[in-house]
């Protein structure tokens, strides 16, 4: 009597174990959760490296960029055509071979501390150069200061970071005041003649396993100053 009762409640759909089949297919359907799960967070996780790389090549790339364009403005500040230093005598220098303007490097007189005529003027230039990281070398944008003084130094200092940026190229075009290209900026009227600047850098910013993502920074700098010689 017992075991018919037994019976009974199997047969009318009452509590049982799973069988092999169940516990396979179970299997298989937590698997394929797991899986989706895990290539969903993957796919987040790589976004997340592409928008955390792209935020910093563009907040790097930035300011680097506007420190360039804001020295630039004050070429031709507080520059004395009279001094005895070639190089110091223009907004853009004009009387030094070894530093006048090219595609690739840019130099030019200003007052940096701003005390004016009376004190040192400082001869500015923007140029590649490389450090070491990890034995390897990367190009970084340099910016070198001298005074006009008789016997000053140069003092060279990168302004890009060269752990996690990497700068490909930095180039200069120069305009004149109508706008027309100053295409051979070689002789002291041509480079005299220059009122505006364009500045381009192309830099590659670290992503992680997405490697180098590259960016492109330009402004066009219009110079403040007059022309010391037109004053």
Not at 30 to 42: D, K, P, R
């Amino acid at each position: 009597m017992e075991h018919t009762r037994v019976r009974r409640v199997v047969q009318n759909g009452g509590e049982r174990g799973m069988t092999l089949v169940e516990v396979l297919a179970a299997l298989a359907i937590g698997s394929l959760v797991v899986a989706t799960i895990y290539l969903a967070l993957g796919t987040a996780i790589r976004a997340r490296l592409l928008v955390e790389s792209t935020v910093h090549n563009q907040q790097h790339g930035r300011l680097v960029i506007q420190w360039v364009a804001d020295r630039l403005r004050q070429a031709g500040y507080a520059v004395s055509p009279a001094s005895t230093i070639p190089r110091c005598r223009d907004a853009i220098v004009a009387e030094d071979g070894a530093l006048t303007p090219t595609a690739t490097r840019l130099y030019f007189n200003t007052d940096l501390d701003g005390l004016g005529v009376g004190n040192p003027t400082q001869t500015i230039g923007f140029r590649l150069g490389t450090e070491t990281v990890g034995g390897n070398a990367v190009n970084v944008v340099q910016e070198s200061v001298t005074d006009c003084a008789g016997g000053a130094s140069e003092r060279v200092a990168s302004v890009t970071d060269p752990t996690s940026v990497a700068i490909d190229s930095l180039t200069f075009e120069y305009y004149d005041s109508s706008g027309a290209v100053v295409v051979n900026p070689t002789t002291p009227a041509a480079i005299q003649s220059i009122r505006m600047v364009r500045v381009t850098m192309v830099e590659r910013a670290a992503a992680g396993a997405l490697g180098m993502r590259e960016q492109t920074w330009t402004v066009l700098v219009n110079l403040r100053n007059p022309d010391p010689r037109t004053l």
